[in-house]
Nanobody, 128 residues
Framework: QVQLTESGGGLVQAGGSLRLSCAAS????????MYWYRQAPGKGRQSIAA????????YYADSVKGRFIISRDNAKSTVYLQMSDLKLEDTAVYYC?????????????????????WGQGTQVTVSS
């Protein structure tokens, strides 16, 4: 049973930066595509970034493209989300999610409920 633990969230002014981390324990991290989702107050979950198991493929939602960078360190079983030029609309709880099956391709159209492994989330609040 994999456990995912996010960290790095907090309060930041618009235009600032944060780096989120998600450490995985249990399972074989290096075999799985990883996703970052976020959920803003009153809204549904949104996939914002993904990275394939071998880091060769990455995805970014249009809303974060050019501002966020996803990366991973398989030796540390950790996935990162570097967030820059943060905007008020980036305020949300951010979750890291592990793909259901190993060696999967990135598929952001998948129903989030199909993912079995979610972290507890970390709050990011952007103030003006």
């Amino acid at each position: 049973q994999v456990q995912l633990t996010e960290s790095g969230g907090g309060l930041v002014q618009a235009g600032g930066s944060l780096r989120l981390s998600c450490a995985a324990s249990g399972g074989t991290f290096s075999r799985y595509t990883m996703y970052w989702y976020r959920q803003a107050p009153g809204k549904g979950r949104q996939s914002i970034a993904a990275i394939s198991w071998n880091s060769l493929n990455k995805y970014y939602a249009d809303s974060v493209k050019g501002r966020f960078i996803i990366s991973r360190d398989n030796a540390k079983s950790t996935v990162y989300l570097q967030m820059s030029d943060l905007k008020l609309e980036d305020t949300a709880v951010y979750y890291c999610v592990r793909d259901t099956y190993p060696y999967g391709v990135i598929n952001v159209r998948r129903d989030p409920n199909e993912f079995g492994s979610w972290g507890q989330g970390t709050q990011v609040t952007v103030s003006s």
